[in-house]
């Protein structure tokens, strides 16, 4: 039998839930789990199956029959909240028999201490994949209209960072999630393979895709007063500004292997992001 028969039949008959089913990772989780043999739940607010982390009324009917979650917490796994509600969800998740969870977390982020603890107390088989700086922030979300119109605001300093492609995230997620893995009961941090400026990552965009785009560094509080000006809610506001304060740093300044330990290969590099996004005309005026 080949290695990939053995992958699949180990993982067919399995279902798993991904949340943010829609979003930059949860999009390639369910990909990715496809891919391997799994039964995937695409779940989020507006999906085929629907899930709200703000109403507990929507999760059961998500998690019943599902042997493993994908758990990405919105907007952010260090909100504040975010550790009673990962929990009540994982608690849950465990009494209904879905035992296998993974949460996606963020490398350095105090803040996200709460929801992880909340994964690794809920008597589940948890694993938490910390992750650096997406790369596709720069090509999905609320960032991509100021990339498109040719100017990058943002709080980053001169700090580097190593961005991580998600797809690089989705197959660490499978691969972990994989019965067997060795992975039940611990972190994984994984980043990207390059630690880059925010200032080179939008100087590599723009020559990939043959415009001027200009990277513009504001402090933490001009960022959150222009999101309040947005109409974004003062507690959001007020947390964002404390995470891009303390995540941005240089703390995070620094490479983790992760990638490479689960899955034997180097991550992608910002590069090859930056060149197919182009391509694909992601950052068309
Ligand atoms: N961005 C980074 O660089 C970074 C780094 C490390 C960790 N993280 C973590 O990654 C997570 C975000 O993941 P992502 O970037 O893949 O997501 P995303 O691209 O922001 O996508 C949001 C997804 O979540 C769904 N969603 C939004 N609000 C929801 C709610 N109240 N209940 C249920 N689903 C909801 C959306 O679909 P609907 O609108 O249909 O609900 C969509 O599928 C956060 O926990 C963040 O802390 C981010």
């Known amino acids: 039998m080949t290695e990939t028969a053995v992958h699949t039949q180990s993982t067919q008959n399995m279902t798993v839930l991904v949340t943010g089913a829609s979003g930059k990772t949860g999009r390639r989780v369910a990909e990715a789990a496809e891919a391997a043999g799994y039964t995937v739940r695409a779940a989020s607010r507006s999906g085929a199956v629907r899930f709200d982390w703000y109403d507990p009324t929507t999760w059961e009917d998500a998690l019943r029959g599902a042997d493993a979650a994908y758990l990405a917490y919105m907007p952010d796994v260090g909100a504040p909240g975010a550790g009673d509600t990962v929990g009540a969800l994982a608690r849950q998740a465990v009494a209904l ?5 993974v949460l996606l977390s963020a490398r350095g982020e105090d803040q996200a201490e709460p929801a992880e603890r909340a994964v690794r107390e809920s008597g589940a088989e948890w694993t938490v994949v910390r992750a650096s ?26 700090v580097l960072e190593p961005f991580i492609d998600a797809r690089d995230i989705a197959d660490v997620v ?91 290969r180097a991550p992608r590099d910002f590069a090859e992001f930056a060149r197919e996004h182009a391509e694909a005309g992601v950052w068309k005026a």
Do not use: K
């Not at 028999?97 to 969870?101: D, H, I, P, Q, S």
């Not at 309040?228 to 292997?257: C, K």
């Open 97 to 101: 028999g879905v035992r296998r969870l």
């Open 133 to 158: 700086w997406f790369a596709q922030n720069l090509s999905e979300g609320p960032l991509l209209d100021g990339m498109r119109a040719g100017e990058l605001v943002f709080p980053a300093g001169e």
């Open 174 to 264: 499978v691969a972990v999630l994989r019965p067997g893995s060795g992975y039940a009961g611990r972190v994984v941090e994984i980043s990207g393979p390059r630690l880059i400026s925010f200032r080179d990552a939008v100087a590599e965009v723009s020559a990939a895709a043959g415009r001027e785009i200009r990277y513009v560094p504001v402090s933490a509080q001009e960022y959150g007063s222009a999101l309040a000006e947005f109409g974004v809610p003062p507690q959001e506001t007020e947390f964002l500004i404390e995470l891009f304060e303390t995540n941005l740093d240089g703390r995070n300044a620094h490479l983790s292997d992760g990638v490479r330990q689960v899955l034997g």
